[in-house]
């Protein structure tokens, strides 16, 4: 990590256009519909920002999108690094320190999981209320940490209790069930078997994925509000376990992604 890099991004960034954004968002898998909403856009592909990872993932657009939406200057992730794409969690979570950089004050994320938790049900939303790291390494693991901010960051509250407090009010007033619970964020990409399925659960997570938890922790390191949502897309029932579909994970994503629209645009709106 280099200040003067993201400095660089920065400048390159701003010079496109990307002017005070107030709100970072970062969209999951099966979940960029929101961008439609967005005015007067400015669209960066990560490939031509620089210092910023190279996207890989098929169904991953890989865009920057800076713009307006519901009055509010937002910049958008519209697709972002994963460890399974071989990237290390400094690579994954460049973007939000650029973010960050650039001036936003909070950070909205989006992520399609699986349900461990049972009562809950596919297609259902839920707040992350808190999470488990099981991805083997944390983002603040370099030798200039220190230089962004502290080391020993505190994770007693990682999810903003303000936005979470929002949400659910903005989902009681929408009639949009929103579960609430633990997310445990794994490698990948392989799913998991039955047996870490019962683990998953013992340990007490509500639902599993492949991301957002490195971006929530560089949140945390930059002292920034953030709030995440899972789209459940998938029931991971250990005794009853048929083989995945990621193209049927991406469907239930897409079909429920009005309910994430409604819950992100209203957020912006009290912003
Ligand atoms: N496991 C891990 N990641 C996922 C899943 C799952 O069951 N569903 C969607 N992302």
Wanted: aromatic residues 8%.
């Amino acid at each position: 990590m280099d200040k003067r890099h993201l400095e660089e991004t920065k400048e390159y960034l701003q010079k496109r256009g990307f002017e005070d954004p107030e709100i970072g968002i970062v969209l999951g898998s099966g979940l960029g519909k929101l961008v439609d909403k967005i005015e007067d856009q400015v669209i960066a592909h990560y490939n031509q920002i620089p210092f910023f990872p190279l996207a890989t993932v098929e169904f991953h657009s890989g865009k920057l999108i800076y713009g307006n939406l519901c009055g509010k200057k937002v910049v958008v992730m519209q697709g972002r690094f994963h460890h399974y794409e071989g990237y290390d969690f400094v690579d994954i979570t460049y973007p939000i320190r650029a973010m960050h950089q650039l001036g936003i004050k909070k950070l909205l994320i989006s992520n399609a999981a699986g349900a461990i938790n049972l009562d809950y049900k596919m297609g259902e939303l839920m707040l992350i209320e808190d999470h488990i790291n099981l991805q083997g390494g944390s983002p603040l693991a370099f030798k200039e940490v220190s230089a962004f901010g502290e080391r020993f960051v505190d994770m007693s509250n990682p999810y903003d209790t303000e936005l979470r407090e929002q949400a659910r009010s903005i989902a009681e007033k929408h009639d949009l069930p929103l579960n609430e619970g633990v997310y445990a964020a794994v490698v990948g990409p392989q799913l998991e078997t039955r047996a870490e399925y019962r683990y998953l659960k013992i340990i007490g997570a509500d639902a599993v994925g492949m991301s957002t938890v490195p971006e929530v922790i560089v949140a945390n390191h930059l002292k920034l509000p953030v709030l995440a949502v899972s789209v459940l897309t998938d029931e991971c029932d250990p005794d009853n376990l048929k083989p995945v579909d990621v193209e049927e994970i991406l469907k239930v994503a897409g079909e429920a992604e009005p309910k994430m629209i409604t819950l992100f645009t209203e957020l912006i709106k009290l912003s």
